[in-house]
C-alpha cells in the first residue's frame, strides 16, 4: 500500500519545528517508509518528535531525531 502523499505542512501539524529537519522527514519518507499508511507514518513521526532520543541508534531515524534534539546555545563563541 502506497501512502498518500504527506507534505511539510503534514509534519509541522504534528508539531516539528520548521527548518531542515522537515526535509530530513520528508527524505526518509519517501525512502523508507512508501509502503507504509500516511496514518502510520505520521504516528511514527510524533513517536520521533515526543522521545527523539529513543530514536538515536535508529538506521532510519537518527538523523531526524538528532536535529530534534537541543542543541546547548554557544556563548560569545565559546
Not at 14 to 24: A, Q, T
Not at 51 to 74: R, V
Request: charged fraction near 30%; glycine fraction near 6%; aromatic fraction near 8%.
Amino acid at each position: 500500500m502506497n501512502i498518500q502523499k504527506i507534505n511539510g505542512d503534514d509534519i509541522r501539524a504534528l508539531g516539528f519545528p520548521k527548518g531542515i529537519v522537515i526535509g530530513f522527514a520528508l527524505n526518509k519518507i519517501e525512502k523508507y517508509y512508501r509502503d507504509y499508511s500516511k496514518e502510520e507514518v505520521l504516528e511514527i513521526l510524533k513517536n520521533v518528535l515526543q522521545s527523539p532520543a529513543d530514536f538515536l541508534e535508529d538506521a532510519q531515524l537518527a538523523e531526524i531525531a538528532n536535529e530534534l534534539i537541543e542543541k546547548p546555545k554557544l556563548v560569545d563563541g565559546i
